[in-house]
């Protein structure tokens, strides 16, 4: 007899709800509501306990990542119901198959009580065309088994040997599968770690009180740790952006060096310049801009830099997460891409293949991975070097920081990345301490 199904629950009406999908397929089931219900769910799997969560409210990224850890390290598997707007990219990341109703949730536990590894391995052709459309992709083949049409519009696993096992109604074996298709196979790699750094160096440039650092010191603080930084010179005198924008050559850009105002919300703080003349005239203007903008604003100067081509711009953000991981939120930084809310999170480290499904989700994905698939793996592989060094640096130094922030970062006509813009979050660490000692 198989054990009940610890379905923990954040209210009472969830609670209900899961007795009566669990009683229509005939799964047992124990719905126990908790105040702590992530909590609770760790304790249970960790017990050895089939467990489920359903959540009026959601769950954070931090206890996402400790339930995955826990289902792991039992070799077990815990659906997810989340019923707010939450979005599941990042629990399925973690292994985790979220869905956004207790139907569903109920169901990946009776496709989990199947002895096959790959539930979604089964033939449809026994079922009506109208339940084969709502499965869809959600199968594939060769088929382990197959699903019928059972009594009161359910949809039941026959395997090989014959035994029938009622599962959900067509729409919720369909949400079922793809959930625990787009969480199989996850897994957490180690953080990796950029050989040659100089902690010294970086140390100097984060250390002091909680703040956020100008671009500049950003990326100074970045530098040791070999992301793509364009060749610019911090100018602090209308000849200086004119001499160093004749280095460089032109055309050129000049932008503003500020803490207190940032590019992405003051993008017209920067122009493109084609002659020192024109360098010298822009560093007036930004610097007269800026001033009129904030009164008390920090100005250091503008950058100088080679005026490049981007074909996409991406904007990404980091933190460090207490249980371990890197949380990256990762989308697209032009107007198009922040008005439409075009972006997804995920943990890092992770593997190319998981990165390529975290990038798919993004609606633009195509203007990433666009090309053969030797030219998605190159792009996949590009910008996942530059994640995997933003992460290390992340991991390395999160007990100081709070956050980094690129934006944006640039896909060139080339194919090379570039990060234009970068802002690290210093928190209070080096504060405490001094109050400590």
């Not at 100018?235 to 001499?243: E, N």
């Not at 017209?268 to 903008?293: C, G, N, P, T």
């Not at 995920?346 to 593997?351: D, N, S, Y």
């Not at 195509?366 to 994640?387: F, H, W």
Request: charged share 20%; with cysteine.
């Amino acid at each position: 007899m198989p054990k009940a199904w610890s379905m923990v629950c954040d209210c009472p009406e969830l609670a209900v709800d899961v007795a009566r999908d669990a009683e229509r397929i005939g799964l047992s089931v124990e719905a126990i509501v908790a105040d702590k219900p992530a909590e609770t769910a760790i304790v249970t799997v960790s017990a050895g306990e089939p467990t489920a969560l359903a959540l009026e409210r959601g769950i954070t990224a931090d206890q996402g990542v400790q339930l995955a850890e826990a289902m792991r390290a039992r070799e077990a598997t815990v659906p997810l119901a989340i019923m707010g707007p939450q979005p599941l990219g990042l629990l399925h990341d973690l292994g985790l198959p979220a869905v956004h109703e207790t139907g569903p949730m109920v169901a990946i536990a009776g496709l989990l009580e199947l002895p096959t590894e790959h539930p979604w391995a089964a033939t449809t052709k026994e079922l009506p065309s109208a339940d084969r459309i709502r499965l869809g992709d959600s199968v594939s083949h060769p088929a382990e088994g197959r699903f019928v049409r059972i009594d009161d519009g359910l949809i039941a696993h026959v395997n090989h040997a014959g035994a029938s096992c009622p599962i959900g109604t067509p729409r919720d074996v369909a949400a079922a599968l793809r959930a625990l298709r787009a969480s199989h196979g996850a897994s957490r790699p180690k953080v990796p770690v950029v050989q040659g750094v100089e902690a010294d160096a970086v140390l100097d440039t984060i250390l002091g009180p909680k703040r956020a650092l100008s671009d500049p010191a950003s990326k100074a603080a970045l530098g040791p740790y070999d992301v793509p930084l364009p060749l610019e010179e911090l100018c602090a005198t209308p000849s200086r952006a004119a001499s160093e924008a004749s280095r460089i050559g032109f055309p050129a850009r000049v932008a503003l060096a500020s803490p207190d105002l940032r590019l992405w919300d003051h993008p017209d703080l920067s122009a493109e310049v084609f002659s020192a003349a024109q360098a010298r005239e822009a560093y007036r203007q930004i610097l007269a801009l800026a001033k009129s903008r904030s009164k008390n604003a920090r100005l250091l100067g503008v950058t100088v830099s080679e005026s490049t081509m981007a074909r996409t711009l991406l904007r990404v953000r980091m933190e460090p997460l207490p249980s371990g991981p890197v949380l990256a939120e990762i989308g697209f930084a032009d107007p198009h891409g922040r008005a439409s809310g075009d972006n997804t999170q995920t943990v890092l480290p992770a593997t190319a293949r998981a990165l390529e499904r975290v990038l798919l989700r993004l609606r633009g994905s195509s203007l990433l991975l666009e090309g053969s698939a030797q030219e998605r793996k190159q792009a996949v592989s590009a910008i996942g070097d530059v994640l995997m060094r933003l992460a290390a640096f992340v991991h390395q130094w999160r007990d100081q920081i709070e956050a980094v922030e690129v934006n944006p970062l640039a896909i060139l006509v080339g194919g090379e990345l570039e990060v234009r813009q970068a802002c690290v979050t210093v928190g209070d660490a080096f504060s405490r301490s001094l109050h400590a000692g």
